[in-house]
């Protein structure tokens, strides 16, 4: 079947850097998405890997092995802006989107 | 970048009423677009998968008569909630996908609807 595991919660303090870990196993595999969901709103994209590797964007940056089946969200310099949750997403072989649970990240001062 | 408005963002209704949302894509064609549900503190829900042009395609479990999908254009999708109940009281959500090479989701900002 298809699964996405990601933890439940996680909790770092402000400026420190903080990793958010994904596995996936799916039916095909065509990229993985981060979002970040702050309470009450929509999620809102974040990164999309699809080749192995990291990509940066700003404070952001996503990982990708596709032989491991694993992903990572790094975030640095936290801000308390940043308590959220953060959804990992596989588009699997038919671009469905298929969704972890997501990590509440709480961030302490 | 690429955005999606949904409207309404809170709704209140009496049971036994129709709700309909509205989700657009502001500056892009969509060819498809889909419907979450998502509960307190819970994942994202898929609902349907609303296709231009055609039916759309329902979630196992999910009611077709209850929740009425329409995509009669490239930039809108619409949902209505039929003869509501309190139980469906949640956070829905749509998104459009970018027909690109990342063919990424681009969410709306959600509907809280409250049934009464």
């Known amino acids: 079947g298809q699964n996405i595991d990601q933890p439940t919660e996680m909790t770092a303090t402000e400026g420190a850097i903080v990793q958010i870990n994904c596995t996936y196993q799916?039916?095909?595999?065509?990229?993985l998405f981060w979002y970040q969901q702050h309470a009450g709103e929509a999620p809102t994209f974040l990164s999309y890997?699809?080749l192995d590797g990291l990509e940066e964007k700003g404070r952001f940056s996503s990982f990708l092995s596709r032989s491991k089946g694993y992903s990572y969200l790094l975030l640095k310099e936290l801000q308390m802006k940043d308590s959220a949750s953060y959804l990992c997403a596989c588009m699997d072989s038919n671009y469905q989107l298929i969704w972890g649970a997501g990590t509440k990240l709480i961030i302490k001062p | 970048g690429a955005v999606v408005s949904q409207h309404p963002s809170r709704v209140i209704c009496k049971s036994g009423t129709s709700v309909k949302i509205e989700c657009r894509s502001l500056?892009?064609?969509?060819?498809?677009m889909f419907w979450y549900r998502q509960f307190p503190k819970q994942s994202l829900m898929l609902m349907a998968t609303s296709n231009e042009g055609s039916k759309a395609t329902y979630e196992q479990g999910v009611e077709k008569d209850k929740f009425l999908i329409n995509h009669a254009s490239l930039t809108l999708s619409t949902l209505t909630v039929t003869s509501a109940h309190p139980e469906d009281s949640s956070f829905y959500i749509c998104s459009a996908r970018l027909e690109d090479e990342t063919a990424s989701l681009h969410f709306g900002n959600g509907t809280r609807l409250t049934v009464t």
């Open positions: 799916t039916s095909g595999f065509n990229g």
């Open positions: 500056d892009f064609q969509a060819t498809t």
């Open positions: 890997n699809v």
